[in-house]
């Protein structure tokens, strides 16, 4: 069975803080694919990253950063220098490759103060 | 752009009622999805369709159908409203070999209130 775990349901930061969201997964396939997604106040789900079983190479868009380790399952996203704008749930969320389906974790509210 | 629209952003129905969700992509996916989205529970998969007029049952499908007539909507119902049935409905589409290698384009949800 599948699944994600984000510990941190709500986190409060001040502005140009840096933030780290966790996400452990627990999968027994070997292949595999791991994503984050943003949902602001509009509601709708916007992708920020996949990553795939085999690549465990770090990531860095702009203010963002994702650390892979699959020896402790776990796929973490920092955002530096966090502005206003980060404000959202953020979701992360695994997919097997022997299936179609998602599965996501509950979420971490992140609200930065300015 | 390619979109994910959902037909209704906020919806108040009465206990009982049928209720028809909508949604429809412009994108061509084989795929598509009904989450549903409750605070601390994250997003619970209802029923998803791969196909037109195919449909597979996800983690909560009581309560619950869908129908799949074109390639391009996907529509969940309520066969009888209840209050239980109150949350954020969202709506996913995704190419068939997409979801590993594309992820999901989701619609920007509908909130269901059930009174």
């Known amino acids: 069975a599948q699944k994600v775990t984000q510990a941190q349901t709500e986190i409060s930061v001040v502005e140009k803080e840096d933030v780290t969201l966790d996400c452990v997964y627990e999968t027994r396939d070997t292949t595999y694919y791991l994503f984050w997604y943003k949902q602001p106040p509009s509601g709708e789900l916007v992708f920020l990253i996949r990553r795939n079983s085999f690549d465990e190479q770090n990531e860095i868009s702009g203010r963002y950063s994702w650390n892979f380790q699959k020896s402790t399952s776990s796929f973490n996203f920092t955002i530096t220098a966090s502005q206003v704008v980060d404000s959202a749930v953020y979701f992360c969320a695994l997919s097997v490759y022997t299936g179609n389906q998602f599965y996501f974790g509950t979420g971490t509210s992140l609200t930065v103060i300015p | 752009d390619v979109k994910v629209t959902q037909s209704s952003r906020y919806l108040v129905k009465r206990t009982g009622e049928k209720v028809f969700l909508e949604c429809v992509q412009d994108m061509d996916h084989e795929n598509m999805f009904w989450y549903r989205q409750d605070p601390g529970l994250g997003l619970r998969l209802i029923y998803f369709?791969?196909?037109?007029?195919?449909?597979e049952k996800g983690d909560i499908p009581e309560g619950y159908s869908v129908s799949r007539e074109k390639k391009e909507r996907f529509s969940l119902i309520l066969e009888s409203a209840s209050t239980n049935q109150t949350s954020m409905y969202l709506c996913?589409?995704?190419?068939?070999?997409?979801?590993?290698?594309?992820?999901?384009?989701f619609g920007s949800g509908t909130r269901l209130t059930v009174v």
């Open positions: 996913a589409s995704s190419l068939i070999a997409g979801p590993q290698t594309y992820g999901y384009t």
């Open positions: 369709s791969y196909d037109v007029k195919m449909k």
